[in-house]
């Protein structure tokens, strides 16, 4: 069981189904010791509102022994990489994640259109997290795109959701994305990218394919907790 998870979702993103209290209750007791809610940005059909990232700073911050960060999981909306949040907005996270999804207004710009978008959003933004970067929604080019979250202090997502939907499929792929990382010195964070409440924190397809993938526990940034405090810029 993961004891922090950084990419949660609630009813405010509109398709996934816990509410914030749920979602604490769970991880309560779970024991985990830090979440963050990462709701889809407005541009996504059926996502809540930009008013939803501004309570941010009114959330419980921490509730019993877990912290509570209040994040987006913005979209990228055109070929300038600009997301679906304002810097107002984006100033008010503790976290920002991003990548490209259908159902907003972004177009297929094709493979190196999308590398470019994803690269200026890197650059342009402060984005902590790059998610599920094997299966973005539109075709790009990873290693110039992960150069580039490396060079602005962006982590690549190994997301538990598309684990347990393409890891048999796509096993090469994962083991790719993981030497990649090795290569360049640098971390994973591990999210469930949960949608109901059941699946936060929740590693079990990890621990089926952590050796094959030859994940060290050195790799994996989760458990680094002052380290992710001093990289989110929070105070312990």
């Given amino acids: 069981m993961l004891q ?10 509109g398709h996934a189904y816990g509410t914030f ?3 604490v209750s769970e991880s309560l007791t779970k024991k985990m010791k830090l979440i963050a809610l990462t709701d889809h940005g407005p541009s996504l059909a059926g996502t809540s509102g930009p ?3 501004h309570l941010g700073k009114r959330a419980p911050k921490k509730i019993e022994d877990l912290r509570i960060l209040w994040g987006c999981e913005a979209n990228l909306i055109n070929g300038a990489g600009e997301l679906d949040l304002d810097e107002y907005t984006i100033d008010k996270l503790d976290i920002l994640l991003i990548g490209i999804h259908p159902f907003t207004q972004y177009q297929d710009l094709g493979k190196l259109g999308n590398t470019q978008a994803l690269i200026q959003a890197i650059e342009r933004y402060p984005v902590n997290v790059l998610t599920h970067p094997l299966h973005q929604q539109f075709e790009y ?3 110039p795109v992960w150069e580039c979250a490396f060079s602005q202090n962006t982590l690549l997502e190994l997301n538990l959701s598309y684990m347990i939907k393409y890891i048999h499929r796509d096993l090469e792929k994962f083991k790719t994305m993981i030497e990649f990382v090795k290569k360049h010195n640098q971390k994973i964070i591990i999210n469930s990218d949960a949608h109901f409440v059941h699946e936060i924190g929740d590693d079990t397809i990890l621990q089926q394919y952590q050796a094959e993938l030859r ?9 680094q907790l002052d380290k992710i405090y001093q990289w989110l810029n929070l105070e312990d």
Avoid: A, M
């Avoid at 922090?4 to 993103?13: A, K, W, Y």
């Avoid at 994940?215 to 458990?223: E, G, K, M, V, Y």
């Fill in 4 to 13: 922090v998870d950084l990419h949660i979702h609630s009813i405010n993103s």
């Fill in 21 to 23: 209290y749920d979602i």
């Fill in 51 to 53: 008013v939803h990232f």
């Fill in 141 to 143: 080019d990873w290693e």
């Fill in 215 to 223: 994940i060290s526990d050195d790799l994996i940034f989760n458990d």
